[in-house]
């Protein structure tokens, strides 16, 4: 009989496997090179920014201020995805029920996974902010390299809090409910941060002034409350004490966790989602094109966290809507409203063609049938197409009301960037988790980029020739 693999092997097998499943590994024929490329850039701008902030130092109470702020917003950023990650892992990879049914205590599972969802957050903002951080360590500003060691702590404790969070969702609505609360939670953190942004559009300033006053720190230096912030100026203390808390709120999520845990991932594997009646009774057309595109709609409709992936994508909305109810009149007026519209459409197909990519499970049945090989992918272009513009449809009204002179461009290019991004997605669609739960992610990040690049060629083109003077926010105003 062998023992139990120890704490360090399956803590190894588990970064193994959240590496093997990044987007990065999925598709580094394609992404690697340029991201290398992006982080050399980024490196070097963040040395000519480290050189104006040493020159340039900022008080005391202003560093506490903007270290508060990035400790409070990572924090619900790094919560909304822990939220996922943790169902993932427990659930989704579909080897939970598995590892528990070995020698391994359930606690040694649940340590490793939850580590693994820390680093696994804590990665892209540490490679975000430790650019900053070297460039500042290049100037002589070793503290700054404090961020590597805080965000990690900050990380753990979040990865603590989800799981206990995801654990006790699992064991009272089930996992595909509990997968929708992290997606609704992901989509409000969302939502927040960019309502946040455009305060100052739709407050008066002195609410703006109390707000931020409340950010500050006092006297004191802000006491407890402050004490991430402080931490994250690299000041030593608070730096040890914040790190301590940390590990101390993972170890105490670890302990009582443990049980509830193989719990919950025994009841998540057995889980199935419960059938529809009105689903078993389906009709579909009498035609080929239309039966499939009844399927494609219905394959649209059963992807988890539809809702609130296309709300996400829908944000552009926001800036439309107060526009066209004449609350926001900056930057062009209703000029901006149709380039905002294309971008979004184009968006919003690239997302339905891949969903449709990624969901499809019968395409040897699909291609057996005794319908035209070219069929399917016209009635996969037709109903991602149909899903982006039922979206698009009442803003589109609003602007054909309000400027019926910008009715045509705004046609045209939402025309061409739907077949653009149609097109590319039949063939890169972009990475998104497939219908089913434990089922492995498909499409590309090159897809992404290039989805991303070809919506904002189209908007360009629309707002060239729908603004009367498309430059004339660069000219100097004196």
């Not at 970064?15 to 590994?25: E, F, P």
């Not at 460039?135 to 990380?155: D, T």
Request: overall charge positive; proline content about 7%.
């Amino acid at each position: 009989m062998h023992s139990a693999p120890g704490f360090l092997w399956l803590l190894r097998h588990e970064l193994h496997v959240l590496w093997r499943g990044s987007i990065l590994v999925r598709t580094h024929r394609h992404v690697l090179f340029p991201l290398i490329t992006v982080g050399v850039i980024f490196q070097g701008i963040a040395l000519l920014l480290a050189g104006q902030i040493v020159r340039h130092p900022l008080p005391t109470d202003e560093m506490l201020l903007a270290a508060n702020i990035n400790i409070v917003l990572l924090f619900a950023l790094m919560f909304s995805r822990a939220m996922m990650a943790s169902i993932d892992v427990i659930y989704g990879r579909g080897d939970a029920d598995f590892l528990l049914a070995s020698p391994i205590p359930p606690g040694r599972v649940l340590a490793v996974r939850m580590l693994g969802v820390g680093v696994s957050i804590a990665a892209p903002w540490a490679l975000l902010g430790g650019v900053l951080a070297n460039a500042l360590a290049v100037h002589g500003q070793f503290w700054a390299l404090a961020v590597y060691p805080m965000l990690l702590a900050e990380a753990l404790m979040v990865a603590a809090l989800a799981f206990a969070v995801v654990t006790a969702l699992l064991g009272r609505i089930g996992p595909a409910a509990a997968r929708r609360a992290g997606h609704t939670l992901a989509l409000g953190v969302g939502i927040g941060i960019f309502i946040l942004g455009q305060m100052s559009h739709f407050l008066p300033p002195e609410t703006l002034v109390r707000f931020w006053q409340a950010m500050l720190p006092g006297p004191d230096g802000g006491g407890p409350a402050f004490l991430f912030a402080r931490g994250l100026l690299g000041q030593g203390g608070d730096l040890a004490a914040s790190i301590a808390f940390s590990l101390a709120v993972f170890a105490l999520a670890w302990r009582v966790l443990a049980k509830p845990f193989a719990e919950g991932a025994i009841t998540a594997a057995a889980y199935r989602p419960p059938g529809r009646t009105g689903a078993q009774g389906g009709k579909f057309g009498n035609t080929a094109f239309a039966a499939l595109f009844a399927k494609d709609l219905r394959l649209l409709a059963r992807f988890p966290g539809l809702i609130t992936q296309v709300v996400y994508r829908s944000l552009t909305l926001v800036p439309v809507v107060f526009i066209l109810a004449g609350k926001f009149t900056s930057y062009g007026g209703m000029a901006v409203v149709p380039p905002l519209l294309v971008f979004l459409a184009g968006q919003l197909g690239l997302f339905f063609i891949s969903v449709l990519r990624g969901t499809e499970d019968a395409l040897e049945l699909t291609a057996s049938a005794p319908v035209p090989a070219y069929l399917p992918l016209r009635a996969g272009i037709a109903t991602a197409g149909y899903a982006a513009l039922l979206i698009l449809a009442v803003p589109v009204l609003a602007t054909m009301a309000r400027a019926p002179a910008m009715l045509g461009p705004l046609l045209a290019g939402l025309s061409g960037v739907l077949l653009c991004n149609l097109m590319l997605g039949l063939r890169l669609p972009i990475p998104l988790v497939r219908a089913e739960f434990g089922k492995a992610q498909t499409g590309t990040a090159l897809g992404l980029i290039l989805g991303v690049s070809v919506s904002s060629l189209w908007s360009l083109l629309v707002w060239l020739i729908v603004a009367p003077n498309p430059f004339a926010w660069l000219a100097p105003h004196g």
